[in-house]
């Protein structure tokens, strides 16, 4: 077979979602979606939206949307960004603010940022973790270098807090720093307040995770004035219309149903604080998470032969097969129903 990649990215290695079964059998754990569908009024607002009006390419920029989020942070509509989910927001930061050139982010993070390092040809430094995988912070000060971090952090559902992050920015003033807050809405505090301080922070979001949307696509990220533009016109040679007309009704239609979000999103919370307790009670080790998932062990069993044994009874986690946490396996937090289903799995497994 000829191979038809330029050199530039022949050798890449794609990242691997979790997986996305056909039929609906399984008691999906695997991708940390919400267990709950978005609110009715998003829904409705989407139906409403969908008109002879579509012939029309979207606003480009957006700024209903962005004016909406503006409000509802407290920041200024030039301070939001919006994109086809974050991903591709963090894949148009790294070509903006890191092609060739040096970032380091911490080595247990998300799985997607060597990826794209490879892709733009970032020289990209993986800081060790500490013994209970958490974050070396000390490690991530005056890098002179960019730096990426994921608060919470993902797979492991460790929160800095905001202090902690501000040193971080401070001391890498000269670089891009990038806060991925996908799962922020879940206990954490955000760094959107820093923005107005530090004018190399970009602080990233999602609507997939905390507002049921994922089937959507809609990013969104938060910067000093200068940033946001500066992304934007890198934006602008890639792709002028993101986001689509319809997800752009929905997610403001997501952010007038602040009620809706609040009951799920502590809903989540409580579903995670007792299924970290029961699984305590099997024995298992659990990780401090502020995120809608957890990641866990146990001695007598290795992440890949509990994932394969949960997938047998029609459970599905994410299981990663790296070293460093291949006793791993990271499980989303469902309904209170799906977790009273995992519970009893692994009661058996380990049993
Ligand atoms: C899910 C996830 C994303 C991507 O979210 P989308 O908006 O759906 O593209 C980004 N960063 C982290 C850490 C995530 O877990």
Redesign the pocket.
């Given at each position: 077979m000829r191979n038809f990649l330029c050199n530039r990215v022949k050798s890449i290695i794609p990242y691997t979602p979790g997986e996305q079964p056909r039929d609906l059998e399984y008691i999906k754990l695997n991708t940390?979606e919400n267990p709950y569908p978005p609110s009715l009024k998003v829904l409705k607002a989407m139906k409403d939206s969908v008109d002879a009006s579509i012939q029309l390419y979207p606003d480009p920029e957006s700024i209903k949307l962005r004016n909406r989020a503006a409000t509802y942070y407290g920041v200024k509509v030039e301070n939001v960004f919006t994109g086809n989910?974050?991903?591709e927001i963090?894949a148009l930061a790294f070509m903006a603010f890191y092609q060739d050139s040096k970032i380091c982010y911490p080595e247990i993070s998300?799985s997607f940022y060597p990826v794209y390092s490879n892709l733009y040809k970032v020289d990209d430094e993986k800081i060790k973790m500490n013994d209970d995988l958490t974050i070396d912070v000390n490690k991530m000060m005056n890098k002179n270098k960019g730096v990426v971090i994921?608060n919470p952090n993902?797979p492991t559902g460790e929160c800095l807090n905001v202090d902690t992050l501000e040193k971080i920015i401070s001391s890498n003033s000269q670089n891009v720093v990038i806060v991925?807050e996908?799962?922020i809405d879940f206990g954490g505090d955000s760094a959107i307040g820093l923005i107005t301080k530090y004018d190399n922070l970009l602080v990233v979001q999602?609507l997939?995770?905390s507002r049921s949307l994922?089937g959507l696509?809609i990013?969104l990220a938060f910067g000093s004035e200068n940033l946001i533009a500066q992304l934007t016109s890198i934006k602008n040679c890639f792709n002028s219309y993101p986001v689509d007309k319809i997800s752009q009704v929905a997610a403001i239609a997501s952010f007038d149903d602040e009620l809706y979000f609040q009951s799920i999103c502590q809903k989540i919370s409580n579903s995670r604080e007792k299924t970290i307790s029961e699984l305590t009670k099997l024995g298992m080790k659990v990780l401090p998470s502020k995120a809608n998932f957890i990641f866990t062990k146990h001695k007598n069993i290795t992440g890949e032969n509990l994932y394969l044994k949960l997938r047998e009874m029609g459970i599905l986690v994410r299981y990663f097969n790296l070293p460093s946490i291949s006793e791993y396996v990271r499980i989303t937090i469902g309904t209170k129903e799906q977790m009273d289903e995992l519970i009893k799995a692994i009661g058996e497994i380990l049993k």
């Open positions: 940390n989910g974050s991903d963090l998300y994921t993902a991925d996908a799962y999602t997939s995770k994922a696509r990013g």
